[in-house]
């Protein structure tokens, strides 16, 4: 069982800046693949970017690349989405999420663990 918590979300304005956080409990970390998902109210859970369990590759949706870095900390049991330039098309509940494999890394519903989600409302 792994527990995975999130933080770091807030109000930004547009071009800002947030880093967010999610540690997971637990002493296998390092053999999770780590993805970072968002979603918008009614709307389906959207793939951000993931990781694998070396740090190496990341993977990321169109719509951050550039703007997005995903990374991880094993022994801190941390993983990190490092979000620039921020827009308002960026706001959303932001998951972190964890699976065994890196097949179908954009694929929700593969991953076997959940955080709650942590805010990100980018607005003027």
């Known amino acids: 069982q792994v527990q995975l918590v999130e933080s770091g979300g807030g109000l930004v304005q547009p071009g800002g800046s947030l880093r967010l956080s999610c540690v997971a409990s637990g002493r296998t970390f390092s053999s999770y693949v780590m993805g970072w998902f968002r ?13 694998s369990w070396t740090g190496t590759p990341t993977y990321y949706t169109d719509s951050v690349k550039g703007r997005f870095t995903i990374s991880r900390d094993n022994a801190k049991n941390t993983v990190y989405l490092q979000m620039n330039s921020l827009k308002p098309e960026d706001t959303a ?5 964890a699976k065994g494999g890196l097949n179908y890394y954009r694929d929700y519903t593969t991953y076997i663990y959940w955080g709650r989600g942590s805010q990100v409302t980018v607005s003027s």
């Open 93 to 97: 509940l932001y998951y972190c999420a």
């Open 39 to 51: 979603q918008e109210q009614g709307k389906e859970r959207e793939f951000v970017a993931a990781i």
